[in-house]
């Protein structure tokens, strides 16, 4: 099997046009392709997609390279446009279309600026520093606004567009990273804001779920896939009052059989484990020859069964969490959202 292929953060883009404009404003030819740096001594060359310049400024614009990894920002313009900033004022950024502006706290920046994170905005600074210490900086991205609406970004209060991330500069093709850590920024949001109860949930049914069952509201839900283990890793850190857990049979009974990672390549629904649940021993033995956990669950009767799912769950939750001071609750949930178990 051919070894997939890295890509670039939108953090790297936006460094790359920076220069580029950078490079442009203080006399240069354009710079295409042009070479940054990025942390760890990675050296990047970027084509140009877009080369505009006015009285005192330069634009230039990179489309983001995501390698083998689905980003949605895959194929997106990452533009930025560079102008003297006053002296003394160092790096000031702008959001142009796209681009987002926090709005809540608890991210790694403060309200009222633009959606860029610490990583890219350091690398943006080491990349202009040939050319100078003052700059204005605005940052855009093509259809950004339209694609912020498949992230977390409203959740977390990051309104009007995507926002510009990237430790590293360099994307790992499917990484579990960017989502463990949006799940992170997910709780310090509801952290900073008061919000005593969050759910956690496996897929959107299960979400509507758990919010219409506890009356929460959008920033108390976390999508987190399958990463049942890295949010309770972070609420033994990071404490809240409450925590609902929400997912399918065939999630919640990984969850229940022990399993802190939730996903198919690294767990399986265990048929001897729902099997053991059940005290008759006919169907007992008819669940343990099941081939999925839609049919063990049609077999055993639906909620008797989901019930007991719920219940062994919440205890390795709990277990796993040790955090007696949190309340925890977990809801086992159909395809349709309905809740058919519940534990608490």
């Not at 855009?140 to 590293?168: D, F, H, P, W, Y």
């Not at 839609?294 to 969490?321: I, K, N, T």
Request: hydrophobic residues 45%; proline residues 5%; contains cysteine.
């Amino acid at each position: 099997m051919s070894q997939m292929r890295k890509g670039w953060t939108t953090g790297a883009c936006a460094a790359a046009a920076a220069r580029a404009a950078a490079a442009r404003l203080a006399g240069q030819d354009w710079p295409d392709p042009v070479r940054i740096r990025l942390p760890k001594q990675v050296g990047a060359d970027f084509g140009l997609a877009l080369k505009e310049e006015g009285s005192g400024w330069a634009m230039a614009g990179v489309v983001k390279d995501a390698g083998d990894d689905p980003d949605v920002t895959h194929g997106a313009l990452i533009l930025a446009r560079v102008e003297p900033g006053l002296p003394g004022s160092g790096l000031v950024f702008k959001a142009g279309l796209g681009l987002g502006t926090v709005t809540l706290p608890g991210l790694p920046i403060a309200v009222g600026e633009p959606a860029i994170t610490p990583g890219p905005r350091a690398q943006i600074g080491a990349n202009l520093t040939e050319f100078g210490a003052d700059f204005i900086v605005t940052l855009a991205i093509s259809n950004g606004a339209e694609l912020a609406q498949k992230t977390m970004n409203a959740r977390l209060g990051v309104v009007g567009g995507l926002s510009i991330l990237g430790t590293t500069g360099v994307v790992t093709p499917y990484s579990s990273a960017a989502w463990i850590g949006a799940i992170h920024r997910a709780v310090d949001v509801a952290r900073a804001n008061g919000l005593e109860h969050i759910a956690a949930a496996t897929g959107e049914a299960s979400e509507r779920a758990a919010a219409r069952l506890h009356g929460l509201e959008a920033a108390a839900l976390i999508d987190i896939g399958g990463f049942a283990g890295a949010l309770l890793k972070y609420l033994k850190r990071h404490p809240v009052k409450r925590l609902t857990l929400s997912g399918g049979l065939a999630k919640i009974s990984k969850l229940a059989a022990g399993n802190m990672d939730l996903h198919s390549k690294q767990s399986a629904v265990d048929m001897d484990f729902l099997a053991g649940l059940i005290d008759d021993p006919d169907l007992s033995r008819q669940v343990a020859r099941a081939n999925s956990a839609a049919r063990a669950l049609e077999l055993a009767g639906g909620e008797p069964l989901a019930s007991r799912v719920a219940e062994r769950a919440l205890d390795a939750a709990r277990q796993f969490l040790d955090r007696p001071a949190i309340a925890l609750d977990v809801l086992v949930c159909d395809r349709s959202g309905k809740v058919i178990g519940h534990a608490s």
